[in-house]
């Protein structure tokens, strides 16, 4: 438990945003691959993929509520039970909690399924979009809760088509768009199936910039090594002259230099700009399996 603890102590949450406090699944600490930590406020979540005794959560319970300024409940996710059932093992949770970022609101979507709505190892791709998106036309691809479109018009975006086909995660992005006041005239909500959308999709374009998050698997709407280069094959259907895309790999499992490789072969004339990796809050052990961002430009 000690090194728990040192660890949540050297990455304590800054003016109350989002942040991992412990990264057990990068396998950089023994013993400890089964738990993730993130603080959200006044909630910190607990995410456990086997199961822990009572009392070593109750421990860890009381240290967060001493330790993580603002902290109020203690969430625990049990990820290794069906549906990922969620309980509170301290204090009390709040009625609404939402993921700060930079100043912009994320709404969590707590005890409702195995995702919460946000993702914080992509805090450096919302970062990005934000960066290069000031007049652009976004199209966001796999869209979930409309992260990266919050991101994107925040930066100053002409506008952000969303595409999805789950459309309560659609329906929650809506409201993380209200919750930063942001434009309804300069955002779309598709909530389709990207493979039978790409006539759509055109017909909406040509876009300067293309986000492609899609979720590590997907039943057989996506897997990795059958749906990316279908994907890539098409992309450039979506893509104005000189723009820029970027894609996301999700999780472990895929072979090193997978997606990299497969854009040097189906997209040869595009530049890659650069590869982020979500930074010191999720260390790795093996960083070809972690969350990963390739930003890429056509000519």
Not at 238 to 243: F, I, K, N, T, V
């Amino acid at each position: 438990m000690e090194l728990v603890r040192e660890e949540i102590r050297r990455h304590l949450p800054r003016d109350g945003e989002a942040r991992r406090l412990f990264h057990g699944r990068g396998r950089i600490f023994p013993g400890f691959e089964d738990l993730t930590i993130d603080s959200y406020g006044p909630l910190t979540l607990v995410i456990l993929y086997q199961p822990r005794p009572s009392s070593w959560l109750t421990d860890l319970a009381v240290f967060l509520l001493q330790e993580v300024a603002g902290t109020v409940a203690v969430l625990v996710q049990e990820r290794y039970l069906p549906q990922s059932p969620s309980r509170v093992v301290a204090g009390e949770l709040p009625a609404e909690v939402d993921a700060v970022e930079g100043g912009l609101r994320y709404r969590l979507r707590l005890g409702q399924g195995r995702n919460i709505g946000f993702f914080p190892d992509m805090a450096g791709g919302r970062r990005l979009v934000r960066q290069i998106a000031a007049g652009r036309d976004v199209l966001n691809l796999f869209a979930y809760t409309c992260g990266f479109s919050v991101a994107a018009l925040a930066g100053g975006a002409c506008r952000v088509v969303n595409l999805d086909m789950n459309r309560g995660a659609l329906e929650l992005g809506r409201l993380n768009h209200r919750l930063n006041d942001l434009d309804p005239r300069r955002v779309g909500y598709l909530p389709h199936e990207l493979f039978r959308s790409f006539g759509k999709l055109t017909r909406l374009g040509p876009f300067d910039l293309v986000i492609c998050d899609p979720p590590a698997t997907q039943g057989e709407s996506f897997t990795a090594e059958r749906h990316w280069p279908k994907l890539l094959r098409r992309l450039l259907e979506l893509l104005a002259p000189g723009g820029e895309f970027l894609l996301c790999r999700n999780g472990p499992g895929l072979p090193a230099g997978f997606i990299e490789n497969l854009v040097a072969t189906l997209l040869p004339m595009a530049e890659r700009l650069a590869v982020r990796t979500p930074g010191e809050d999720f260390p790795e052990v093996d960083p070809d399996q972690g969350t990963c961002l390739f930003h890429y430009r056509l000519p």
